[in-house]
């Protein structure tokens, strides 16, 4: 498997609109884009973009505030109320290839390859087997970079 770019780190927060405001008005943070609702994950996500160096795109903090307690993220503020970094998302050039290849090592391959937020095909592997780190694997998009 070929590590390609840290796509985005994945923030939960108990409330989006306060964390919005945090990135906005203490770390400077400029390119915020609108929060929308992935029902599907159950959660309410924006992303703030950080600027990359010559007009490459940087990498982004996905914020993700639970739209219910029983979901994955939910379930995680339960432990961490303050909210915090809940994953991280590394970019590969084949995602069947990818799963592949954490699936012979014996990692947890946390169902099949779906459409994520970005738009193309991810999966996650479990913490436990990724030292402690949830991680989140994704097809780096077509004409990317
Ligand atoms: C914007 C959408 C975008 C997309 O999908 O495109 C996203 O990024 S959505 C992000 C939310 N979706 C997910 O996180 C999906 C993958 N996560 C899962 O399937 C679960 O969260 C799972 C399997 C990692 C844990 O679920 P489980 O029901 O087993 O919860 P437990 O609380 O029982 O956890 C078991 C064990 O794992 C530890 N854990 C849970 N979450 C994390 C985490 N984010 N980072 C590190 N460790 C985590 C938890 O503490 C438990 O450990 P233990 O020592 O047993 O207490
Ligand atoms: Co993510």
């Known amino acids: 498997m070929k590590l390609g770019r840290l796509n985005h780190i994945g923030v939960a927060t108990p409330d989006l609109d306060a964390s919005i405001a945090f990135y906005r008005d203490v770390m400077g943070a400029t390119d915020v884009t609108e929060p929308f609702v992935l029902e599907s994950q159950q959660v309410r996500v924006c992303f703030v973009n950080t600027p990359g160096e010559n007009g490459t795109a940087g990498t982004q903090i996905e914020l993700l ?24 998302c590394y970019e590969v050039p ?25 738009g193309t ?13 949830l991680t989140e694997i994704m097809e780096t998009p077509k004409g990317a970079h």
Not at 71 to 88: C, F, R, Y
Not at 94 to 118: S, T, Y
């Open 65 to 88: 505030q639970p739209t219910a307690a029983d979901s994955a993220v939910g379930k995680w503020l339960e432990k961490n109320p303050l909210g915090g970094q809940h994953h991280i």
């Open 121 to 133: 095909l991810i999966f996650f592997v479990h913490p436990k087997d990724m030292g402690g780190q």
């Open 94 to 118: 084949d995602i069947l290839e990818a799963k592949a290849w954490f699936e012979k090592l014996g990692k947890r391959v946390l169902g099949e390859p779906r459409v994520g937020a970005h």
